[in-house]
């Protein structure tokens, strides 16, 4: 066979195998796993790894926060930070505001994405204004190709449980996986109101206005209406030890439930919202930076396998009055914009600190990375592997390279990973077999990324949690679900 491209002399690796063998492209698909193999043109991978492009699932791109601040990258310069990183694909979020339809929500994020992205895209839709029509839309979302949502237990969008039963049944019933940020919002709010009245308003007292437990006894409960529903659930940022204790106990009993966790809880600290002046509200997130101890048992976590991806939770807000400080210099705490950068960094924080220190191996780096995503969100085999037929999105890694982290390719002005020693660096990313970034330069144009249609989340080994109540053979008959 004549190939379009030819990638040799390089290790490759997927989520369970690694092996040295030539991949040969035809039509932007793996079409040939072999030796000796000749193609139009060729990249030389000769000591390098050859893995399955990243595929970022947690980011928010051209999107207005709760503050109505908009994100400070748009789908062109996200995508390309992303491309950098090692990724060849990403699933930012598409926001219902108050009074949209799911259309209209769509139609918006589509105009931002489709002449700007330079690898390919897809959606999670954020539900913020649930009623009787919204959830009679949904099945048209799934129809267009949108099989995640995510629901908030906190802030001004957060939705009650009785509504996010509604939501879980119906994702539930099409193979779709709901997503939560779960935070106990009436912990959060008296615990802010206490600082505040109590003239604590620096941006250090955002730790403290959130407690680990409010994360803890949201998750619980997030947990116990998946499993009255019978439905697969994504617990996203996971930052506690009980948070990540309880995905994996729903985990070990068969629970449709899963986790994520993200670099700024394995790399900082709440000592880092104590920088002198206002430096601290770079580091404004939620959930917050806890400590690190913390950060030793979400390692282990990682480890053994509770977290199924780790993503950037990419929220760029620049360090001045567009972002951060949209409410003024003089704003407390609760009015900074909350997020921080970190799209490009997540894939070499997690081969530097992971792979090359001996925490995960490759294969559960590429797991975490690319392959878990696609199963969970319904773009395997498609994407997320190195197998014949699938997508050639591809990531060329020099394991050896070192760099000492300064800026991004990001709208952002500042990296709050900044200064870290990094060992192992991507240096080619395809997508769909054409150069997206290369040797450090962009090859890709805007608009050369593509929506993903996704199809059905993959429940493979979890045998869920049918409930007494819930099960006709015990609950004298009643067929609650489809």
């Known amino acids: 066979m004549k190939h379009d491209l030819v990638i040799n002399g390089g ?7 690694t092996f040295k063998a030539d991949i040969g492209i035809k039509n932007g698909r793996i079409v040939t796993l072999g030796e000796d193999l000749k193609g139009e043109d060729v990249i030389d991978a000769s000591g390098k790894l050859v893995l399955p492009g990243g595929i970022e699932t947690h980011c928010h791109i051209a999107q207005e926060s709760a503050m109505s601040i908009m994100t400070a990258d748009d789908y062109e310069t996200g995508s390309i930070s992303a491309a950098f990183g090692g990724n060849s694909c990403f699933v930012p979020f598409a926001a219902q505001r108050k009074g949209q339809s799911l259309r209209d929500t769509l139609n918006v994020y589509d105009a931002r994405a489709k002449t700007k992205s330079v690898i390919d895209y897809s959606y999670h839709l954020i539900l ?17 190709g949108i099989t995640s949502f995510k629901v908030f237990m906190t802030y001004a969008t957060r939705i009650n449980d009785s509504q996010f039963l509604d939501i879980l049944t119906i994702a539930r019933e099409h193979g779709g996986l709901t997503m939560v940020h779960a935070e106990n919002h009436d912990m959060l709010t008296w615990m802010a109101n206490r600082l505040t009245d109590s003239g604590y308003l620096d941006p250090k007292y955002h730790a403290p206005s959130r407690p680990a437990l409010a994360e803890e006894e949201a998750i619980n409960r997030a947990i116990s209406l998946a499993k009255l529903a019978n439905a697969p659930l994504m617990i996203v940022h996971v930052s506690t030890p009980g948070g990540a204790e309880s995905v994996r106990k ?48 979400l390692w282990k976590h990682i480890s053994n396998g509770t977290f199924s991806v780790v993503s950037s939770d990419h929220a760029p807000y620049r360090f001045d009055e567009t972002g951060k400080f ?15 950068p970190g799209i490009e960094m997540r894939l070499p924080l997690m081969f530097s600190e992971g792979v090359k220190k001996g925490r995960i ?28 037929g699938a997508n050639a999105d591809i990531a060329i890694w020099d394991p050896d390279e070192t ?9 952002t002005d500042y990296n709050p990973f900044e200064g870290r020693e990094i060992n192992g660096w991507p240096v080619t990313v395809l997508s ?35 409930l007494i109540e819930t099960d006709p053979d015990t609950n004298f008959g009643a067929e609650l679900f489809k």
């Open 11 to 17: 290790t490759l690796a997927s989520s369970s195998e």
């Open 250 to 297: 729903a985990r070990f009993q068969g629970a449709y439930v899963f986790g994520e966790t993200c670099p700024q809880y394995l790399f900082l600290t709440r000592e880092d919202l104590n920088r002198p002046g206002l430096e601290g509200a770079k580091y404004i997130c939620s959930p917050p930076l806890r400590d690190s101890v913390t950060q030793e048992v």
């Open 432 to 466: 769909k077999g054409r150069k997206v970034v290369d040797q450090g330069k962009l090859i890709a144009k805007p608009g050369d990324g593509k929506f993903v249609k996704r199809g059905r989340c993959d429940l493979t080994g979890l045998s869920g949690s049918r």
């Open 361 to 388: 191996s490759l294969n559960h780096f590429v797991a975490l990375s690319s392959t878990n995503a696609a199963r969970l969100y319904g773009m395997f085999p498609k994407k997320g592997t190195l197998a014949i």
């Open 326 to 340: 949209s409410s003024g210099t003089n704003s407390d705490f609760r009015k900074i914009a909350n997020g921080m």
């Open 128 to 144: 913020t204004d649930v009623n009787k029509k919204v959830l009679n839309d949904l099945p048209e979302v799934f129809d267009f």
């Open 403 to 411: 760099r000492h982290v300064s800026e991004m390719h990001d709208a």
